[in-house]
């Protein structure tokens, strides 16, 4: 089956690092492939570079906010 519809997946964080790690691990493992993930970070006060580190998925960006 030809997949020509691409979803937008939103996923908003602050401070849940593990959190973060599993629902990402989640998303890409769904069946549906065309897809993008936009990851929005809240200002959190916590490091998210390993977990990012861990996906090296062209579908996937991460913008992180200045101030909560």
């Known amino acids: 089956m030809m997949q020509s519809t691409e979803v937008t997946i939103c996923l ?3 401070n849940r690092p593990k959190m973060l790690e599993e629902a990402i691990r989640s998303i890409l493992a769904q069946s549906w492939e065309n ?11 916590l490091d998210y570079q390993d977990v ?5 998925d062209e579908r996937i960006s991460y ?5 909560n």
Request: glycine share 0%.
């Open 63 to 67: 913008i992180r906010h200045e101030t």
């Open 52 to 56: 990012l580190d861990k996906f090296s």
């Open 35 to 45: 897809f993008s993930l936009v990851i929005l970070d809240n200002a959190s006060t």
């Open 12 to 14: 908003m964080t602050y």
